[in-house]
């Protein structure tokens, strides 16, 4: 410890919220691994799904992930059934830069641009509010 400075323990959402993580990032590693190893994958998803299609998929979360990650009051079943639908949204992805490359491209950066700035200012913008009332 240093200058006082003592971890907070882990309360049973956050270590579910963690290991959630854990778990998204290592399918997310293992599909893109499997997918440069092998085009059998989406070649066999894209006979049934097409581009168009996925990419639709993986752009409606860009209006989701405000609902879920915001700073609405939702309960934590829809949250996690939230989590799980965006996982299967991204496995879609290797579908949608295959064939719109260049939409995809633009998804994903309004994406990380609303995930990472929009939504925390908007939850400080909501928390300035409640305090001031």
């Known amino acids: 410890m240093r200058d006082g400075f003592r971890r907070q323990p882990l309360t049973s959402e956050k ?8 778990l998204i990032v290592a399918l997310y590693f293992g599909w893109f691994g499997l997918m440069a190893w092998s085009n059998r994958p989406i070649e066999a998803l894209s006979r049934y799904i097409p581009g168009w299609l996925a990419t639709l998929i993986w752009a409606s979360w860009l209006i989701l992930m405000p609902i879920g ?3 609405l009051d939702i309960p934590e079943n829809l949250r996690v059934s939230l989590d799980v639908l965006f996982l299967m949204s991204c496995l879609l992805l290797p579908i949608a830069v ?12 309004l994406f990380f641009i609303e995930l990472f700035w929009l939504i925390p200012q908007w939850k400080a913008r909501w928390r300035r509010e409640r305090e001031h009332k």
Do not use: E, M
């Open 15 to 22: 270590k579910s919220r963690l290991w959630l993580r854990y």
């Open 98 to 109: 295959r064939f719109h490359f260049a939409a995809t491209l633009l998804i994903s950066g």
């Open 69 to 71: 990650r915001g700073p």
